[in-house]
């Protein structure tokens, strides 16, 4: 094939990409348009009886003298007691106006909000007591972390390495089981570092 007629040809191939891509770009960004107007027009909901969480104070084991850092994750904590949390991980702000109504977006952006803060100071915390040591209060954190749906990966991967060095083969498959069940795109790497535990555990001979 001569030169002049191959770049002729891949000159025509790249404006056909570009008008196809231009197309469904448009007819995305149309999509979305069209879904915000519908978004912006649902009515206020009541939102009094969503899963809101509680936290546990006293079954987390707060110090009332604990160093640094933890004392820090702990005030964090602490902070958060009168306010409302929601794990609305996942969710757009399209999706959240569509269900609720777009008059409750800010308070729920509000509750998700202190669920970031809560879920990032208890595997914070987690983390902070396994690596002093304390094995007890280190799984009792982690795991509340787990049952509020965190998706903050050391959360799930500090709780997995716990549970590998105590021979807790079946507690790391329940982590990969609600592992699954998230709605963030961290999933797949907290499941991809979840198994290769696993796969650690199998490479332990047994005593």
């Known amino acids: 094939m001569p030169l002049f007629a191959f770049f002729v040809i891949f000159a025509l ?35 009094s009886n969503l899963d809101y969480i509680s936290i546990p104070f006293d079954k987390l084991p707060f110090n009332d003298s604990p160093e640094l850092p933890a004392r820090t994750y702990q005030d964090n ?17 399209t999706e959240l106006k569509l269900q609720y109504g777009a008059a409750n977006l800010e308070a729920l952006t509000e509750y998700d909000t202190n669920f970031t803060k809560l879920a990032s100071n208890i595997a914070r915390w987690g983390q902070n007591l396994y690596e002093s040591g304390n094995l007890k209060d280190a799984i009792t954190v982690l795991e509340y972390g787990i049952h509020i749906g965190t998706d903050v990966s050391s959360n799930y991967l500090t709780l997995g390495q716990i549970y590998l060095n105590q021979d807790r083969t079946d507690s790391i498959y329940d982590l990969i089981d609600q592992a699954g069940d998230l709605r963030t795109l961290m999933k797949d790497s907290i499941l991809k570092h979840l198994r290769e535990l696993l796969e650690q555990d199998s490479d332990i001979p047994n005593s």
């Open 13 to 47: 191939w790249s404006m056909y990409e570009i008008r196809r891509s231009t197309a469904a770009g448009r007819k995305k960004s149309e999509e979305f348009w069209k879904q915000e107007r519908e978004a912006d027009n649902v009515r206020k909901q009541d939102i």
């Open 77 to 93: 904590i602490l902070k958060l007691k009168d306010k409302k949390i929601l794990n609305l991980t996942g969710y757009t702000n």
